[in-house]
Nanobody
Framework: QVQLVESGGGLVQAGGSLRLSCATS????????IGWFRQAPGKEREFVAA????????YYADSVKDRFTISKNSARNMVDLQMNSLKPEDTAVYYC???????????????WGQGTQVTVSS
């Protein structure tokens, strides 16, 4: 069974930073690509970033490129999303998701965490 648990959300001022983490089992960490998605109030859930199974290749939405960094922490079986230079429009519930391959399309992901709230004040 694939279980994902997000943590690290909170309230931060514009320009600040947060680090989100997605905790997984060792089997999930070693066999699945992980994607981060977000959903703002009244909007559809959208792709943010993804990392492939190897951890070598990463992918970003244009809106977060050069501000967010996704990485795998093998010591903790976690996938982190470092978010810098945060903007009010980054406010959303952030979800991590797992699948055997990475995709930008959220419908391709079979497993999801419960989400963590990120609020960026202006």
């Amino acid at each position: 069974q694939v279980q994902l648990v997000e943590s690290g959300g909170g309230l931060v001022q514009a320009g600040g930073s947060l680090r989100l983490s997605c905790a997984t089992s060792g089997r999930t960490f070693n066999n699945y690509a992980i994607g981060w998605f977000r959903q703002a109030p009244g909007k559809e859930r959208e792709f943010v970033a993804a990392i492939d199974v190897s951890g070598v290749n990463t992918y970003y939405a244009d809106s977060v490129k050069d501000r967010f960094t996704i990485s795998k922490n093998s010591a903790r079986n976690m996938v982190d999303l470092q978010m810098n230079s945060l903007k009010p429009e980054d406010t959303a519930v952030y979800y991590c998701a797992a699948n055997e391959g990475w995709y930008r399309n959220l419908r391709r992901y079979a497993y999801w965490g419960q989400g963590t709230q990120v609020t960026v004040s202006s």
